[in-house]
């Protein structure tokens, strides 16, 4: 049995479907801090800092695996630093202890490119780097990173982990990310025909399509775990593009769309990101291949948003 946290969320919801597609409804729990409309199969109730609650429903479900999505994300932890310290951190110590006390088998757990910082080259971004994040958000998940390899090394869990690029989808709205904007504009395009962007407009970040994103965390999870030689989190490649790349692919669709720019405080955490990752780590290790570039990424979001 699997159980996800976080099911309500941009990921969580995507991964939820694709998980009980592939293994069955009843196989997969759903869970997060309010009813979402993931109806197809068990939903329970659960804030991730109830540590009392989660342990009751691994007994009841007799689960397996976890895939902890729960975080407060980039542009909203800042408003709210210690809450976002403290549901990132201690909701994954919960359920890593969970694997270390073998009442699961195993982890996943997403990183972030919120783990770079200012001193981190920008251009195709190593595996092992630096690492000085300067958000609540890329400080916990630096700290998450650290402590999964932690467990993996000194007590044998078998946890995984992804740094995911900003993720693009459209079957949820942003969540409060920097990277959120590359959703946003494909919603307003079609809402409105124009967009006020809070990035400039040559901000490069590198993006992946959930399409890519949640076929990866599949993938990880299912390589043999000898093939796993990264135990804090692999670096996601992606597609990097800017607000201008992006807004020239719409138009080729949507030839009246405009955009202008209004940079706002998400624009100091954009200028610490990396521009482009490397990911040859994940490719070497468990075959890692895109699918989606911009253009057939652009194609896809906008015939199913409409």
Known sequence: MILVLGAGGQVGSELVEKLRAKHGNEKVVASDIREVGNSEGPFEVLNALDKDKLHEIVEKYKIEEIYHLVALLSATAEKNPKFGWELNMDSLFYV?????????????????IAVFGP?????NTPQHTVTDPTTVYGISKLSGERWCEYYANNYGIDVRSIRYPGLIGYKSMPGGGTTDYAVDIYHKALESG?????????????????EDAIRATVELMEAP????????????????FSPKKIAEEIKKQ??????????????????????????????ND?????????????????????
């Open 194 to 210: 124009s967009y006020e962007c809070f990035l400039e407009e040559d901000t490069y970040l590198p993006m992946m399509y959930m």
């Open 119 to 123: 001193n981190t080259p920008r251009e």
């Open 286 to 306: 468990w075959n890692w291949e895109m699918e989606y570039d911009l253009s057939k990424m652009t194609l896809d979001m906008i015939k199913n948003l409409k």
């Open 254 to 283: 949507i030839p009246s769309f405009k955009i202008s720019y209004t940079p706002d405080f998400r624009q100091s955490i954009a200028e610490s990101w990396p521009k482009s990752i490397n990911d040859s780590a994940a490719q």
């Open 225 to 240: 775990s000898e093939n796993i030689k990264i135990r804090s989190s692999y670096n996601l490649g992606g597609i990097s």
């Open 96 to 112: 890593l202890d969970l694997a270390k006390d073998k009442k699961i088998k195993k982890v996943f757990w997403p990183s972030s």
